[in-house]
C-alpha cells in the first residue's frame, strides 16, 4: 500500500512540475494593449516582436522610426545615430495626437553614439494619430517631424 501511495504522489508532483514547464514554440500575448501601453517599456511588455516602421524620418544622420505593434496597438520611436562625428546632441521624440489634431503625449529619447540605437517608451491606441520628430540641441539644424500615422 504504501509503494502505490509513493507512487502516486511521485505521479501527482511530476505532473504539477510539468505545468510550469513552457512548451517550446509557446507564445507570450502581449502586456498590454492600446493606451494601456502609454509610457511602458515595448520590450518589456513584448510589443517588440513582429513590430513595424510605420513612418521615419533623417535629420543628419539621425534616423527616427515610427515603430508599430499591431499586437499591442501602440508605438514607439526607435533612433538610430548615423552621423560620425556626432559632434551635436539630439532628441527624438513620439507625438500621439487626436482625431482634431491635439497633441495628447509626447515621449522622448536622447539619440546614442554613433553606430548605436535607442528607443523610447510607448504610445498607443488605434484611434489616434502618431508622428517622430527628430530635434537638436542647438539651433543648427531644423526640426524634423515625419507624417503622421
Known sequence: MRKNSARLALVGIAASAMTMIPLAGTSYAAGCSGSGCDNKGPVTYSCDAGATTMRSINNNGRVAELRWSTNCLAG????????????????????????????????????????????SNMLGGSSYYYRVCVRFDSDLYPLLCSTKF
Not at 491635439?102 to 554613433?114: D, E, F, I, N, Q
Open 76 to 119: 514607439w520611436v526607435r533612433v538610430t545615430n548615423n552621423a560620425d562625428p556626432s559632434i551635436y546632441d539630439s532628441t527624438a521624440t513620439i507625438e500621439k495626437y487626436d482625431g482634431n489634431g491635439k497633441l495628447l503625449k509626447s515621449l522622448a529619447v536622447r539619440t546614442p553614439g554613433y553606430g548605436k540605437s535607442d528607443w
